[in-house]
């Protein structure tokens, strides 16, 4: 049995770990962090190790899952580098969930004996429908890759993209726009006219339930739009205006700030 130890116990460790407890994934999971109530939630929530001390969280690892956020990734980095001695005694595999922290900045911070791969799962892990983006460093052995695909696999959809395109992918697959767009429409939807929960049933629909038709009913997505959009039609009209109004161009702007602030967390 490996042991699986996260660095950081905020919400996406918490989505991951919610996801990985229904199955039998042979796993031992223990989780570090500064804050003794976060630790003290996740060991009721699910059952996992606690670890507050950093030593002895890392000299449990078979496997490191660092969780912080972009900026504390640095100090983290460090604290363990100082730790030299003793990870230089095993190799370490080790996993940054962090975005736009690319992987010669995380090699380049710990002088210790760690392979290192990126990972970028989404919240949606925690109900099983997750999917999560890896890219490896090219010193990482076939066997940590699989292992690292198994473990992500367990809990969703998995694709490999090489790095270049890891910061884009980051700022498209977040759920933050479908809930963004449901609740943007449902809001706009009530001010028409709608009451509020008919307002946001209706949102969910157009957005959620036309999106699991096309995963599951395979259908391109023109024809799926063709369907749903018949010409001359009110939908036709909808997306019409809103194309006009600079749909596209709103979208582009969005996706261009995303990759401007993953970009600085790397700097």
């Known amino acids: 049995?490996?042991?699986?130890?996260?660095?950081?116990?905020?919400?996406?460790?918490?989505?991951?770990?919610?996801?990985?407890?229904?199955?039998?994934?042979?796993?031992?999971?223990?989780?570090?962090?500064?804050?003794?109530?976060?630790?003290?939630?996740?060991?009721?929530?699910?059952?996992?190790?606690?670890?507050?001390?950093?030593?002895?969280?890392?000299?449990?690892?078979?496997?490191?899952?660092?969780?912080?956020?972009?900026?504390?990734?640095?100090?983290?980095?460090?604290?363990?580098?100082?730790?030299?001695?003793?990870?230089?005694?095993?190799?370490?595999?080790?996993?940054?969930?962090?975005?736009?922290?690319?992987?010669?900045?995380?090699?380049?911070?710990?002088?210790?004996?760690?392979?290192?791969?990126r990972a970028m799962p989404s919240p949606l892990c925690r109900s099983g429908r997750g999917l999560t983006a890896l890219t490896y460093s090219k010193s990482l052995p076939h066997a940590d890759r699989q292992t690292i695909r198994d473990l992500f696999g367990t809990f969703g959809q998995v694709i490999e993209i090489p790095e270049s395109k890891f910061d884009l992918f980051t700022v498209t697959f977040s759920p933050s726009h479908g809930y963004h767009a449901v609740s943007t429409l449902a809001r706009l939807a009530q001010a028409a006219g709608l009451d509020r929960k008919t307002a946001l049933m209706a949102s969910a629909h157009a957005l959620a339930d036309g999106i699991v038709a096309w995963r599951d009913e395979k259908d391109s997505l023109k024809s799926l739009l063709e369907e749903a959009a018949t010409p001359g039609g009110t939908a036709a009209a909808t997306m019409a205006a809103l194309d006009a109004a600079g749909y596209q161009r709103v979208l582009r702007q969005g996706l261009a700030a995303g990759l401007r602030r993953a970009r600085a967390n790397g700097t």
């Open 1 to 117: 049995m490996s042991t699986l130890v996260f660095l950081g116990g905020g919400r996406i460790t918490s989505a991951m770990l919610a996801g990985l407890r229904p199955r039998n994934t042979g796993h031992r999971m223990v989780v570090h962090d500064r804050n003794p109530g976060k630790l003290r939630s996740l060991k009721k929530d699910y059952g996992v190790a606690v670890e507050p001390d950093l030593t002895g969280a890392v000299e449990q690892a078979d496997v490191l899952i660092i969780a912080v956020r972009p900026g504390s990734v640095g100090e983290l980095l460090r604290a363990i580098g100082k730790l030299e001695r003793r990870l230089r005694r095993r190799q370490l595999l080790a996993v940054s969930l962090a975005a736009g922290v690319p992987l010669r900045q995380l090699i380049k911070s710990v002088d210790a004996s760690m392979y290192w791969a």
